[in-house]
Each structure stands twice: as C-alpha cells, then as structure tokens.
C-alpha cells in the first residue's frame, strides 16, 4: 500500500485490510472483488489485483503457507528483489539486501555512488548494498536505514547534523551545495470519457471494466463507447456531471448523463453487468470519482 501513496493516506485503508484479513487462511477464500471493494480510493489498483494473484500461488502452490525462501518470495506477483529482501530480513531475520527508494539515497550518499544510466547505478547499489549488509541483527539494521532515509537522510531536507552517519559518510553536509533544478510541473496526457449512469431508487447500473488499463476490474457506469445502448427517452430525469480526474499519468475528463430510472431493466452485452443497491456500494470495487457521485444518488 506504501507504494506511491503517503503513510498519512494509507493507515485507514491498513487498519481496514487487516482488521478484515489478518492472516493467510483470511484472505485464501476472497476474490479479487472483494479485494478490490477495500482498495477503492487508494488508487493504483494493479496492487490489489498483485495481492489476488499472489494469494492464489500461495494457496496452490505453497499449501496455503507464506514462503520463507528468497527465490519463492521474489516468484509472487508484485513483489520485487528489494520486498522479498525485507520480507527475509524483517519476517525471517535473514541477511538479505534491500534497495527501496529510500535506501538507494542512503547508499549512494554513504558510498559516494553514482552512475552515467539508471541500470548502472541500480546494479553498482545493489552490489554495495549487499556489501554493507551486516550477517547478525539484520531485522534492525533493515528497519534503521528505512526509516533513516525517510526521516533524516531525506530527498530534500537531509539533516547531516543528527545523522548517526555523518562522520564515515562520502556525502555528509556536501548535499547542499548542490543547487537542485526547480521541478518542472508535468504535462499529463488528457482522456475524455463518457458514461451513462442508470440509476432508481434503490439501484445503480454497472458493468466490471476489463479493459487492461486503470480501472481494470473495477465496477463503473456504462462507457458510452461500450456498444451498449440504454433508453434515454424512459428515464424520468436527466442530468449531467462533468469532472476531472487526475491519475499518476493521466487526466481524466469524464462527463456522465445520470438517468434515473422507475424500474431496472435488462441490457444486452457480453460484460459483466449488475444492478447494485445502494446500500452495498462499499461491498465492491469503484473507482473513487465514480463512488463519490454514487453515494450522492
């Protein structure tokens, strides 16, 4: 859930994952809607869906039991050489290395490392980061220079003063005499997107979105561009909700024509489509601007 997202914003989301899935043997039985419904607002869900993936390998093929080896920690969908490191180290107590962003800065302001490309510079980390790496009490010295990079060895306010480091360090109290470039706001592309939202009293009508971009597999009103056709002229009111939605790498205008209905109605597609009350809007998974608006009607 740390990935790309602020600690402040993940905390609730935590509590509520874990309070629902505490263990292995919890989470085994759920599907990936379910997985998904808790997700909802956090954003870059290919997270949740990573956690599905990996859940069902543990439960086919490690017997319902988390590995405790490197190679089949690092074989799960979404985890990378640098988790299964501290999953090893902070779960298992084993000497791995870790390169997370915060440790990258550590090592290569320690070391006095860098690199003329990105895969230079990764393969030359990763290398000092094993070298530095101690055999014994790894599960302290793991957590340490996390949270060393995130509180003190920091992107933009290192404070070499109070840095436990700052005597054997290559870096220390140089990193300000560098002048840092001021950062360029990014341009992000903009997509338009059209939805007919069908709603009565009690329901709303959304389809499972399986195209293999945002939103997968999450639950949103009917795309305009969908091939499915919906009777505006028995709607017994119309409105409509324009909004802008920004993503990581995207800019979403979406326009949506709410069309309120006496009773459901069947449709034709081949998507996945229900009818959901009301009351169970927090029982799926709904991209965040689409919630907002249904918790409205």
């Given at each position: 859930m740390l990935q790309q997202t602020q600690v402040k914003t993940v905390i609730p989301y935590f509590n509520k994952f874990i309070s629902k899935y505490p263990n292995i043997k919890s989470i085994s039985k759920a599907s990936e809607g379910?997985?998904?419904?808790l997700w909802s607002g956090l954003g870059f869900y290919r997270r949740a869906q990573n956690i599905f993936k990996a859940k069902e390998v543990i439960s086919n093929d490690f017997g319902n039991i988390f590995p405790n080896k490197f190679e089949e920690i690092n074989s799960l969908p979404g985890v990378g050489k640098s988790t299964a490191g501290a999953i090893m180290a902070i779960a298992y107590n084993q000497s791995y290395p870790i390169l997370d962003a915060n440790v990258k800065r550590v090592v290569s302001r320690y070391s006095g490392i860098s690199a003329?490309?990105?895969?230079?510079?990764?393969?030359?980390?990763w290398l000092e980061s094993a070298k530095l790496k101690p055999d014994s009490r790894i599960f302290e010295y793991t957590q340490g220079i996390m949270d060393l990079g995130a509180t003190v060895c920091s992107a933009k306010n290192a404070d070499c003063n109070i840095c436990p480091l700052n005597k054997k360090c290559k870096s220390a109290f140089t990193i300000f005499k560098k002048e840092v470039a001021p950062s360029k706001s990014k341009q992000l592309k903009k997509e338009k997107m059209q939805f007919d939202l069908a709603f009565t009293a009690e329901k709303m009508l959304l389809i499972k979105r399986n195209e293999k971009r945002f939103w997968q597999s999450l639950w949103v009103p009917i795309e305009i561009?969908?091939?499915i056709f919906i009777d505006h002229s028995?709607?017994?009111?119309?409105r409509k909700i324009n909004l802008t939605?920004?993503?990581?790498h995207l800019e979403l205008l979406i326009?949506?024509?709410?069309?309120?209905?006496e009773?459901?109605?069947?449709?034709?597609?081949n998507s996945e489509f229900c009818w959901i009350n009301k009351k169970d809007i927090d029982n799926i998974g709904v991209p965040k601007p689409i919630k907002d608006i249904l918790l409205t009607l």
């Open positions: 379910d997985i998904l419904a003329d490309s990105k895969s230079q510079l990764d393969k030359m980390l561009n969908n091939a028995k709607a017994k009111s119309i939605h920004k993503l990581s326009n949506i024509s709410l069309l309120e209905y009773q459901p109605f069947d449709v034709k597609s």
